[in-house]
């Protein structure tokens, strides 16, 4: 039985490298051709650290330059800031690289592995033999110029936000607030070793986080609405008129230099109501979407792809690839990544308070520095396993500067 793959992002990547390790016919299709850019925070949170970890790639990610990352940083509309560790312990680690890289390492890796993986195939129809509920998957799109098809008994969709398998098998739903996303380099925007920086406004908030030879990458994400980018402004114009908002990075990004092409990503307004049917489910952003600026998509895209391959061997052994024997996925991805979604989405809320509730907030927790601590970790804390503990370095490569 062969799967297909669509899009070979860190989800879909993953995935076929699982698969194809564990001597399945995986087939991964990516419209794009690799290297490519993508706009993304740039930064893998510590769930995204231990599944790299686990799956052996963790010193090939080292190896494209990657930086670690100890500390947050919250910065408040009043201009003040709070800084803590990631867990409060020291011991667990983030990982600031470039997405161009990471993602053409994985997909290679799973090449590697036995996935076939045809890059810049245009996904355009998606059928069943016969329209039956267990018929093969027949996709159909365009590769170098051509009209071609790939058949297959399951299928994934692993092709982002929006997802065109989830829009053909009309598991997509309107979703509120829309969320649009900039993210560009810089040099001489200096940010504090081994930290990454949130700035905070009402419907907005702005990353930071250093990636070596004097650039840092930013990223910032705003509630959306008709007229917020008027005709005829650039994404570098939108992006610095955005960025000028925020009290406690403004200036150190009027002193800097742009250092790479400026990159949107939006507006969203919808999300996946399902995640598994009959020989089909979703994972990674297409499973849930979350914000390209904060990095924690790439952490639930990896950890999501590792629970659909166990579910998928599974069900390629006993030969049911019915809703049924897939919900275990839908039943796994609930456990592990449910609370931390939860909590992450009532973060996003948070940030859509009006200013006049949203300040008194910042002020609190500005004076509250253990308030603030426990607002970090909730955004990275990992329950993927419980009872275990992420990939412990008791003596990293690199001095803990605080």
């Known amino acids: 039985m062969r799967v297909i793959v669509v899009g070979g992002g860190p989800a879909g990547s993953m995935l076929a490298l699982h698969l194809a390790r564990g001597g399945v016919d995986v087939t991964v299709l990516e419209k794009s051709r690799f290297p490519r850019e993508k706009a993304c925070g740039e930064f893998i949170n510590p769930l995204g650290v231990r599944?790299?970890?686990?799956?052996?790639?963790?010193?090939?990610?080292?190896?494209?330059?990657?930086?670690?990352?100890?500390?947050?940083?919250?910065?408040?509309?009043?201009?003040?800031?709070?800084?803590a560790l990631l867990d409060g312990t020291g011991e667990t680690f983030g990982l600031s690289l470039p997405r161009r890289e990471f993602d053409a390492l994985l997909l290679q890796r799973a090449e590697d592995a036995g996935a076939e993986v045809r890059q810049g195939f245009r996904v355009q129809n998606i059928e069943r033999e016969g329209g039956s509920a267990s018929g093969a998957w027949r996709v159909t799109g365009y590769e170098s110029g051509k009209r071609v098809s790939v058949e297959g008994e399951l299928l994934v969709g692993a092709d982002g936000a929006g997802s065109v398998v989830a829009r053909r098998l009309g598991w997509l739903r309107p979703s509120w607030p829309q969320r649009m996303g900039i993210t560009a380099s810089f040099r001489g925007v200096e940010v504090e070793a081994q930290t990454i920086e949130m700035h905070l406004l009402p419907g907005a908030y702005c990353g930071a986080v250093g990636?070596?030879?004097?650039?840092?990458?930013?990223?910032v994400a705003f509630d959306y609405r008709k007229g917020d980018w008027p005709a005829g402004v650039s994404a570098a114009q939108l992006f610095i008129e955005r960025v000028d908002r925020f009290p406690g990075l403004k200036d150190r990004v009027r002193e800097g230099q742009l250092a790479?092409?400026?990159?949107?990503?939006?507006?969203?307004?919808?999300?996946?109501?399902?995640?598994?049917?009959d020989g089909a489910l979703l994972a990674g952003d297409a499973a849930g979407f979350l914000d390209p600026v904060t990095g924690h998509g790439i952490g639930f895209a990896l950890c999501s792809a590792r629970l659909a391959a166990e579910t998928i061997r599974q069900a390629l052994e006993t030969g049911d690839l019915t809703e049924r024997a897939l919900r275990s996925y839908e039943a796994a991805y609930r456990q592990t990544l449910g609370p931390m979604l939860r909590r992450?989405?009532?973060?996003?809320?948070?940030?859509?308070?009006?200013?006049g509730v949203l300040r008194p907030v910042g002020y609190a927790l500005e004076r509250c520095p253990a308030l603030a601590g426990s607002l970090i970790r909730a955004g990275v804390e990992d329950r993927a396993n419980p009872g275990?503990?992420?990939?412990?370095?008791?003596?990293?490569?690199?001095?803990?500067?605080?």
Request: hydrophobic residues 40%.
């Open 51 to 83: 599944c790299l970890a686990e799956a052996g790639l963790l010193e090939s990610v080292e190896g494209l330059g990657a930086r670690w990352v100890s500390h947050a940083s919250l910065f408040f509309p009043s201009g003040g800031s709070v800084s």
């Open 211 to 219: 990636q070596g030879e004097d650039i840092t990458h930013l990223g």
């Open 260 to 277: 790479a092409e400026v990159k949107a990503f939006g507006p969203m307004s919808v999300h996946a109501v399902r995640r598994v049917g």
């Open 344 to 355: 992450y989405r009532g973060i996003q809320r948070l940030l859509s308070l009006p200013p």
């Open 388 to 402: 275990s503990k992420h990939p412990r370095f008791s003596r990293p490569a690199f001095p803990i500067s605080r």
